[in-house]
């Protein structure tokens, strides 16, 4: 192994040079770190001349490369680590001097800087003599080539960090100089390196001492974010911040002494001594001066848009580098100023697109970082009481002097506010107080961005505090109300009418919290407020247009709010709102269409705000209710609709030529400009046509619309701004590309929002290609939000669509931001134009696509070539999107695959690739003087390359080989790097698009082709051509294998390579590398190989070792982008070859990365770590122990977003929480211990309100009088999952069978240590339980409950370890009671009562408490909340007196479910009747009214019903349906279950209730028999019905309420049935086909478990109409009621038949249902055998037999299998026996000889099952042999004297009997039993059994002698059972016999028995002691005979036998002094 720190470098090949010295490098490395020191120090010399001499590049090795210098900088610090350290001097020297040789080249310097600088990192310290020389050296190259300057910035740095005290100060001060001018440098990675060196340079506070010194440094980074990338000005950002920071660390400031004593005494009044001055310590700089150095820069006039967006990276820095305190406590400094310096200074050229801006950044600022990541849940409380206390609480201006915050101000709090809301989850008290009144007040603000802004703010306040939402909803209709009478009411003024939109918008946005939260809110305000609207609609033409345009936009804004409550509400209001529609978009009129109709401006502009609101309503009615009421009619009505409006638009655009060249005034609002409204118009339009589908829209209409879509987007007609300044743009040169246009229009490209509707993935405008990470730089997430604003022309703000404010989101958006009208009408003409596309036929899709083509291309647009820029990327991505939507129809693979489209297409696409560099080509020639070039678009190339492989997907083989060819000459010929870029983007596409085998053709061209591209050193191309190599790879899979070698090989060479380097190359080349890193992409790359190679990597070569250590390499680098590919790399590769890999050495790396501040890194970590715990949990708690999974928790509360925490605790949890659950139990209780910021907030709250009570003091922790003020908190989200893993924890322990966990005493017993047990942290579990029902928010107190309920749950049956007899949670009455009590105060909420009222059920039901006077609180609760349920009224449960209805009724359902569970619970808890009876009558009326009303809440569910016919209460009539369906559906099977317990016990109460008659107190009962009735019930039908609709709706795949529901409609369908309920309805035909059809589709699908219900419900109907088939038996036999019975018993028959037929396995047919277990099969299969005979005994004498010889013919087939293990007869032999025995003695005539034929056949069907096993082995063999022999034994026993059986087939029974006793095996004692069955039967004196008597003895007595005679003890103790048999047969025959012939009998017997007999002086055997037994048993019967026999047998047979009796009676005889009968008469022997 030390020949390993050796190379032979003769033998280093000149090709491979670099590959081998790397392997040698990886070898030296790993042996420098194992063999033993000894070893390193003998060859240590030699390995270090051998590393200089690589590093310095000496012959033979080759250029140090990137990963030879960072193995061989590894393999010094491991040497010097480990051996000497003496030569560390020399070799740095040695490298200091190779570096400074002017001859060596610039590899040479850059490895022997890294080296020296990571010895100097790691030894610097020891080496201090080494400074001197490094920093001179690193100062001369410091003006050397541009690779070496980075790396000797970097080599400084790292000698700094540990040597930093040998640095002189005039070297220090030279190198922070040179630094400082290096922040300026052109190479971006030499400002990047410099910022790092001055990073390390200023790490103390001692570093910056004046502002001065601030300055020098924050200025010239600053003046360099101008021309910065995103990784230079993140480490601008982070340099600037860590000197910003210095600044608020407390120093010690001279204070001068004063002259003046009142001075003196002012600054100290209470040092009144003269003395010295005294030092003081305070910052540097205040937090407002600090920031002040940033916002400085910010407002300077001529700051650029790009300097100013870079400042946000410096602020995001500075407050992550401040951290959460300093935020925390200056807060509100710090809001102040961001809002007096950042928002509210005015600029000289401030557009709305700035303001729009700035609010933006602001809110990545405040939102992201500061409220996401630095604030903790007090810190948001705070922040909220900040915000509404010193900006939203001060509009209005209400005192002389105040001055109300900016409208721009107030959006900035109220989004913020909105935010903060969202993440607290529930607001406590002190916040709503602050927020309830202001929020309100400022939806009559007058601008308008502020009231949509207060509308969303007050929609998040609700739904984080819906218990207010009803008052905020009353409020704020009565506001709107009178705003309304003051608007009709002249003189109104415009105030009016927009405090009236406000209202109108909050309104809107409460009602979406409403369709959210329809617990709290009675929906008799909708109708109220739909009937407004409706009036204002009405009155609307007897106004002007300004104030009717008013009503018209708040009437249908109300409308559309209103949509989002669902079809159930607007189900009955369609008709009049289709109505309404069609007023509102009536056929335009010539007057609409002709030019100059004279209209004026109000006019025009009140009639296009009349259609675009209406349209709104349509758009919301879409949304929401479709397609429920979408129907085809409905359909077709608003499809001419639509094209009115459209029509109407056309007529407007075509009449206005006005052109504008301030694209910002088109704001909306009362004042909006005609242009935005006619763009608002026409979005619209687009967004309900896209919403409607096109099943109703004609073909011309849908021509049209493409035709309309098309001419917006792409031509140059599209265009809103003056085409006049465009022209003179571009012909000047002054036009910037369009996305860096900040005029927020940009020429009409779409915004990057209407991009993410296809799923693009971005580049630059927020872009996203699918498949592709949501950032592909690994970058942090509010490095991407900020860097993405650099190129978005287009902002979106909440006030350009108020349509958000009413919308339903499936997640909670913190702020959703529409484009403007202008850019949001070509979003939804290209999202039109995408889904209309694919639906052409080929003509219409050729010429929708010329159109494109021709549009773009139009010579109008070389005149705006800003114009054409846009044009071309909405064209690009309208295509792209239709090509996608495409791959979802089937028709599209004609249209696109058409020769002709696809031609056109592709044309059109590869101009696109190519667009830029044509249009560089014309500003070259516009502009000759000036050297400008645009950079490649990078939306028109990835748009374009996958839409071309999307196109090749769809077309032929030749259309994908002519698209390869052409790629590759462009390669080949075209040398512009952009364009090079996009044929290899497009490469990558169509080979993941076309598919692995369709271009696998073509795969050796593509990799060739882009391995050549891959070399190419400028960025863009390396870069993108490598990403396209990423994707190929893993489209071709298996496919690729071949390629793998030559592919790593290659990537070697690219991580050699100097010009791949991220400072590597020309100037140019580096700038651009930052944002485009090649490391990260090779990294995928070995990702994918990974993929193709797959297990393959168990195997050891050379290709699989340069993966893994190339892995493992990437992993080492400094970079976290970096590190982030490689930890995805290793999680694929940990799933093939975990082995080869260091899984303690990853688990370090991983916790070192999860704490760091590169979100990202932490996320990839913990991914990584979630692996490995799911690989093998154990490991991980020997690596990372108690304190990794403490981590993850204090991550979880650091940052509770991170969802991959989550995922790792529970998977931790799952594998080991049965090991050692008290351990998960003390982290969560530690958790629990701590206060949520709520909890502390609220505590004043909490100390007044009494809430504790007596029970309560019982527990000592929980509330907020016992926590103390300063102690720990910790977020209410982490709370819950510690209480969601409590619950885990005792779901996964009662799961375990681990019985040790529930039973103290047992794990007592068993030596188990209790601490260790889930059971001896009971108290702990209950208190923590308290503790969240104790807490404010609604979640933990939900989860607490449910923690509750499974205490009681778990622990019921659980035993006292100290109190026997006793439960253990009898001593825990009071704390659970305790617990529950806060589920009943003033402050909860529906869900939680309806909880605690489950727990309460599960608690009494549970057995711990049987007296009911000892059951306290908890039964007064439950019966309390029974006592609310009688009344209709609403509820008023616990302190709770205003519950909306809805809330109302899904309490009572909770309660009578809880009631329902009781009522089940009653049949194995006696006591539970106490409980129920005073109630039964009152609960039977109320689970039959329940579920009455269920059933009218699912028919309206499906079919229109009149509400008239329902049988649903008022309170859940209309909207409620939906609401409480499923609550409904959650309890209905419970409630119906209860009913089922209550018929099977023949109550009264159900009877009555079922009636529909009134419940008296008399009612209940289960006194007398039930009559039967002709007719059913009046509520039958309706719980038949839901039996039967529960039985057709559910399947296997089911969820478990839905099975648990089938079941339970199973167990009540076999009640249900009987006449006294049903009458003669289940007798009708057609009602009876239907259940058959249904039974057989359940037999078919169903397991056996679902099957024995449905069996038992078929004998119930069977056994309960015997009355009406002895009827029909009784009547003539054609008369219909005879009929009907015998039809209905034959059904029932073929029933059970086919359950039998399907249950019972034959060679024929195996069971199909495997799934079934074997304990579910056997009792089916006896089960379906009683149902068959009860269906049987109903029928008539021949029908009995029919059935009879039916159930034997099937079980003889059960009999027959053989090929099953599983014994399913002898469970089931019962079955045989009743179906032989039924009626067998009553048998006549026919009948008897049917019966005797049929024992016959039986008989011999056994026999010959036995005689066919002769010769086989095996169990099933032996098994089928044992039931046919048990069989043959049953049949004769059960037989009847009168039934003759033949002699023959007695004999053979009896032979095989007798052969299968003698065989001695398991079989024999099968046969052993079978005689002794036989032998005890024949007693009766049947002459059958007599004869087999006379035929078995022999056989018996053979049996005996063989078992005496077999030697080994083990084979006795085997046939011990059978021995024991035959004597007792033999014994119970001896009884039988004659006294004359006892004696002989005797004799015979008595010498077998002598044989049995071992009298050795040890222990008896247990054969010995049983035979003695029988003797003293025989001797005892007949003393004379026994004494005769006695008296024949040889002596010594006589003497063996007395001495077994002696020996047995012996040591009574000693200790009794009186002898037995017995004893008397064997001592006369």
Partial sequence: MADALQIDEASIPGDTADLTVYRWLLTADKAAKTLPIDDIKSGQSNFEATLVKLVTGAAPFPNPGR????????????????????????????????????????????????????????????????????????????????????????????????????????????????????????????????????????????????????????????????????????????????????????????????????????????????????????????????????????????????????????????????????????????????????????????????????????????????????????????????????????????????????????????????????????????????????????????????????????????????????????????????????????????????????????????????????????????????????????????????????????????????????????????????????????????????????????????????????????????????????????????????????????????????????????????????????????????????????????????????????????????????????????????????????????????????????????????????????????????????????????????????????????????????????????????????????????????????????????????????????????????????????????????????????????????????????????????????????????????????????????????????????????????????GRAGCALAFGAIYSHVGGLVAASSLTTTVNVLMSLGKDPHPVVHYWALTALSQVINAASLSFAPYVSSTMVALFKLYMAATHEPEGGSLSNVNLSGDLPTYQVICQIIDAVIGVLGPELQEVNRVNTLVLDMMMDFWREDDDSIRVEAIKCIQHFLIFQADAVDVPDLVAGFRKYLSSSRRPLKIASINALYQLVQRDALLMSKLGGDRLVEDLFGMLDDDPGIDGVRNIILSWLQQTVALNPSAWIDLCQRIMSRTTASQRATEGALKTSGMQDDEAESLSVGTASNQPTGGLTSRWRTQLFALQCLHHICVLISKSGRREHLDLPYAVSQNILPALLLVSRVPDLIKMAFSASATYVTEIRLEGLVVLRDVVEVFARSPDPDYPDVLLLEQHQAPITAALTPAFSSDSTPEILAAAVQVCATFIGCGVVKDVQRMGRILKLLTTALEQSKDSDLLTIGDIKELSPNASVMLRIATLAAWAELQVASSAQSYLLAIIDPYRATLASLWIASLRDYAGIKGDSEVLQDPATTAMDSPSSSMGREVLLPYYDASWWKILKAVACLMALSDKAVLVAMDGQVHSATAGGKEGKIPAREEPLAYFFVVFGLVFEALTASDSNSSSDTRA???????????????????????????????????????????????????????????????????????????????????????????????????????????????????????????????????????????????????????????????????????????????????????????????????????????????????????????KVRNNLQAVALVLTVIPVSVKISQAVVEHSCYLVTQNLNDINESSITAAHCAKALVLAAIAGSPVLTLCVKMLIPGLIRYIAGVAATADDLKKDLLAPGTEDILRALVAFFRSVDDSHRARFLGLLLPLLVLLLDPAPTSPTPTHSRTVTQLLELATLAPAAFKEATAKLDEAARETMETSIRQALGPKNASSGQSTKPQISLRSF
């Fill in 67 to 978: 990963p030879l210098r960072n193995l061989a900088a590894r393999c010094f610090v491991t040497l010097y680590n480990r051996a000497e350290t003496k030569a560390r001097f020399e070799t740095v020297q040695s490298l200091l001097r190779a570096a400074s040789d002017f001859k060596t080249s610039d590899d040479v310097k850059v490895a022997c800087l890294y080296c020296t600088g990571e010895i100097m990192l790691a030894f610097g310290s020891q080496i201090m003599s080494c400074v001197a020389d490094v920093t001179s050296t690193a100062l001369r190259l410091i003006k050397s080539s541009m690779i070496v300057r980075y790396w000797a910035f970097v080599s400084l740095g790292k000698s700094y960090k540990t040597a930093g005290r040998a640095f002189p100060d005039p070297t220090l001060k030279d190198i922070s100089k040179q630094a400082r001018n290096a922040l300026t440098d052109k190479a971006l990675p030499i400002q990047r390196a410099a910022a790092e060196l001055l990073l390390v340079l200023h790490a103390l506070p001692e570093t910056i001492r004046t502002v001065l010194d601030v300055e020098q440094i924050i200025n010239p980074c600053i003046k360099s974010l101008e021309s910065a990338d995103q990784p230079t000005r993140r480490a601008l950002s982070h340099l600037g911040a860590q000197i910003l920071s210095l600044t608020q660390i407390e120093r010690a400031v001279p204070v001068i002494e004063k002259k003046a004593k009142k001075d003196q005494e002012t600054l100290n009044e209470a040092d009144t001594s003269a003395g010295p001055a005294v030092e003081v310590t305070k910052p540097l700089l205040s937090p407002t001066e600090m920031l002040y150095q940033l916002s400085i820069h910010f407002n300077k006039l001529n700051a650029t848009r790009k300097l100013r967006i870079g400042l946000f990276d410096f602020y995001a820095s500075t407050f992550s580098q401040l951290g959460t305190t300093f935020v925390e406590m200056h807060y509100g400094a710090i809001v102040k100023h961001i809002m007096s310096e950042i928002i509210t200074p005015p600029r000289s050229s401030t557009t709305h697109y700035d303001t729009l801006l700035i609010r933006k950044l602001t809110g990545i600022l405040m939102r992201d970082l500061i409220g996401m990541r630095l604030l903790g849940e007090q810190g948001q409380i705070e922040a909220i009481k900040e915000l509404a206390g010193s900006y939203l609480r001060r509009w209005p201006a209400l005192m002389p002097g105040q001055s109300s915050p900016s409208p721009n101000v107030l959006v900035v709090a109220l989004k913020e506010v909105a935010g903060l809301l969202q993440q607290l989850g529930n607001a406590p008290p002190p916040v709503q107080d602050a927020l309830s009144e202001p929020l309100v007040h400022l939806l009559a603000h007058p601008n308008y961005a502020t009231q949509v802004a207060a509308a969303w703010c007050l929609r998040c306040f609700c739904q984080s505090t819906p218990l207010r939402l009803p008052k905020v909803v009353v409020q704020v209709t009565d506001l709107l109300q009178r705003d309304i009478t003051s608007l009709g009411t002249p003189p109104s003024s415009v105030d009016v009418a927009r405090r009236a939109l406000g209202h109108a918008y909050g309104l809107a946005a409460l009602f979406a919290v409403v369709s959210e939260r329809p617990l709290y809110v009675s929906y008799d305000l909708a109708a109220k407020v739909f009937d407004l609207a409706i009036q204002l609609l009405k009155r609307a033409g007897e106004h002007d247009v300004s104030i009717a345009g008013t009503e018209v936009e708040v009437a249908w804004t109300c409308i559309s709010s209103l949509m989002a409550l669902g079809p159930n509400f607007i189900r009955t209001h369609l008709p009049q709102l289709l109505v309404l529609w069609r007023n509102a978009l009536p056929k335009p009129t010539s007057k609409d269409t002709s030019i100059g109709t004279g209209r004026s401006s109000s006019e025009w502009s009140f009639l296009l705000q009349v259609r675009e609101a209406a349209l709104g309503a349509i758009l919301s009615f879409l949304r929401h209710n479709s397609p429920a009421l979408v129907t085809l009619d409905v359909s077709r009505r608003l499809a001419l609709l639509l094209a009115n409006a459209l029509t109407f638009s056309n007529a407007y655009a075509s009449q206005q030529t006005e052109e504008t060249s301030d694209l910002s005034i088109f704001l909306p609002g009362l004042d909006t400009p005609l242009a935005a409204r006619e763009a608002m118009l026409r979005r619209r339009v687009y967004q309900c046509f896209t919403a409607l589908g096109f099943s109703t829209v004609t073909d011309a209409m849908q021509s049209t619309l493409l035709q309309s879509t098309v001419s917006l987007f792409a031509s140059p007609e599209g265009y809103a701004g003056s085409s006049v300044q465009a022209a003179i743009a571009s012909s000047s040169g002054n036009m910037a590309t369009i996305w860096q246009m900040a005029d927020g229009y940009a020429y009409g490209v779409a915004s990057s929002d209407s991009t993410r509707i296809g799923g693009l993935d971005s580049d630059s405008p927020g872009l996203s290609i699918e498949g592709e990470p949501r950032d592909k730089l690994n970058r942090d997430t509010i490095d991407t939000l900020i860097d993405n604003t650099m190129t978005m022309p287009i902002m979106g703000s909440c006030e350009n669509d108020t349509q958000t404010l009413c919308r339903m989101h499936a997640v909670n958006i913190a702020w959703p931001e529409p484009p403007p009208a202008l850019t949001g009408v070509v979003d939804a003409a290209i999202e039109l134009f995408a889904a209309l596309l694919p639906l052409q036929d080929v003509s219409s899709a050729s010429h929708t696509i010329s159109h494109v083509v021709q549009s773009v291309r139009s010579l109008k647009l070389e005149r705006n070539l800003g114009r054409k820029s846009a044009a071309f990327v909405n064209a690009a991505i309208g295509l792209l999107l239709s090509l996608r939507n495409g791959s979802h129809v089937k028709a599209s693979r004609e249209v696109f695959g058409n020769t002709k489209v696809a031609t056109t297409l592709a044309n059109f696409i590869k101009v696109g690739l190519h667009f830029t560099m044509t249009l560089a080509t014309i500003l070259i020639i516009v502009r000759p003087v000036q050297d400008a070039i645009l950079d490649g678009d990078p939306v028109l190339r990835r748009s374009g390359s996958e839409a071309l492989g999307r196109l090749a997907g769809f077309g032929e083989t030749a259309f994908l080989t002519s698209q390869t060819k052409f790629l590759v000459d462009q390669v080949v010929s075209n040398r512009d790097p952009h």
């Fill in 1605 to 1823: 529901g089938m079941t339970t409609a199973l167990e009540t369908l076999k009640y249900i049935v009987r006449p006294e309920y049903a009458g003669g309805a289940v007798l009708d035909l057609i009602t009876f086909d239907e259940m058959m059809s249904l039974a057989y589709r359940l037999v078919m699908t169903e397991t056996a478990a679902v099957q024995i219900h449905l069996v038992s419900a078929i004998a119930s109907l069977a056994s309960s109409r015997k009355d009406t088939v002895l009827r029909a038996t009784q009547t003539q036999s054609g008369s219909p009621e005879a009929f009907c019975g015998c039809l209905q018993l034959t059904q029932c028959l073929k029933i059970c038949a086919y359950v039998l037929r399907h249950a019972i396995p034959t060679m024929e047919r195996p069971v199909f249902d495997q799934s079934s277990s074997a304990k579910d099969r056997i009792t089916l299969i006896s089960t379906a055998f009683q149902a068959f005979l009860v269906v049987g005994e109903v029928s008539t004498a021949i029908q009995l037999e029919e059935v009879r010889a039916l159930a034997v013919s099937l079980y003889a087939d059960l009999l027959k299998y053989e090929k099953s293990e599983i014994d399913l007869c002898g469970p089931t032999f019962t079955s045989l026996k009743a179906a032989l025995e039924m009626k067998s003695a009553e048998l006549q005539g026919d009948a008897l000889a049917k019966y005797q034929r049929l024992l016959h056949g039986l008989l011999s069907a056994c026999l010959q099952n036995i005689d066919e096993m002769r010769g086989r082995q095996g169990p099933a063999a032996l098994l």
